[in-house]
């Protein structure tokens, strides 16, 4: 049901008004003057407002620009008994959703409510979708109570609020583009567009359509004019991704980007101008690709203006405890299982491995585990086999999700069942004793 708040002096119109529009279904509260609306506005959840132009205690017109400026998703509709231009001018000017004039107007009042209580919804849901992506991609999202992370994220929050180019370093799986989102939200330029892009996922022709765009026959198939990343981006962030891999012709582009804050289209002659803030990321050391003549020294000098490094998993075990109990749960309700509990053996194994690929790897192996637990327990057994006794690096080629790695779990899972017997392993299993020994040592198991 939609809330309207009712102000007006005049206790008749205000009452007449009352009963007609709780007819059509609306909850409907009065005030007779400013004061007593603008409390009200505070006390209950208004929709739409129906204002009296002139009030006791001032003017609805000006009262529309406050209610706006405490309320910006409540719809103001002013009524006035005598109708003039300038009036109606700045009403629409303060943010009023309409103005009418009392008596030669009434037929229009409950369309209009409708309507306004139409638009009061959608600034309502575009206001939760806002907050709900704000706190997505905010630094209090990051997960991990370690030294190391909370030194990199206060280092991270205290560049945010400025226009400084970043720098974000470190392996693969880190983290780098949740930081960069983070990053983002925390700045002036929240409110227009985070633009994220992976360079090594383009050649060096399709990135460079995709980062500039271009001129409507630019080349075959270009039959009309296309943004690219960094237009789109314009006032925002923009994220690159792997920066290393970009071939050296695209950096001189980029770099211009830095300097004057424009480039060129392809195929079009005149420069288009942005205002972009540029986050980017590597896993390389660029310091020796600039050695080797694979990237440019002085764009590296305008990047690293401020350099973040990402620790990796290994630095920061202390954290794989969270990191696993939040995934669990993010799978578990994705696949409509109840909350799963993380044994302690579980969690040992997890901490003893190394996370060649950091937090991606670990997000792997734990949906993996959900998959295959047929409780609500994840315990060693739904672990890759390498994980469970420690050999990282045997079996280096399978990964979390092969049939091989499927295989060895189980023979692993039936061995410890038989408390090691062999003969009864087999037996189980339906294979032969000369199988399940060649199997236990392809995988290396005992």
Known sequence: MMNVLIIDDEDKLRVLLSRIISLEGFEVFQASDIKTGLKRLEMSEIDVVLCDVKLPDGSGVEATKRIKEKHPS???ILLTAYGNIPDGVQAIKNGAFDYITKGDDNNKIIPLLHKASEKATLSKRIQKLERQLEEKHSFDKI???SKTLKNVI???QKVSKTD???LLTGETGTGKEVFAQAIHQASN???YNFVAINCSAFSKDLLENELFGHKSGAFTGANKDQKGLFEEADKGTIFLDEIGEMAIELQAKVLRVLEVGEFLKIGDPKPTKVN?????????NLEEEIEQGHFRSDLYYRLSVFSIHLPSLKERKEDIPLLASHFADHFAVKMNRKPLILTERFITALKHNHWKGNIRELKNVIERSVILTDTDVLDI???PVDIQTGNEGTNKALSAFSMASVEKLHIQKVLNYTGGN???AARLMEIGIATLYRKIEEYNLF
């Open 154 to 156: 206060e280092l991270a």
């Open 422 to 424: 062999k003969a009864e």
């Open 189 to 191: 330029r929240n409110s």
């Open 74 to 76: 409540v719809e103001i």
């Open 276 to 284: 972009v803030r540029i986050i980017a990321a590597t896993n390389r």
């Open 381 to 383: 057994e739904t672990l």
């Open 164 to 166: 400084t180019t970043i």
């Open 143 to 145: 997960i991990g109570k």
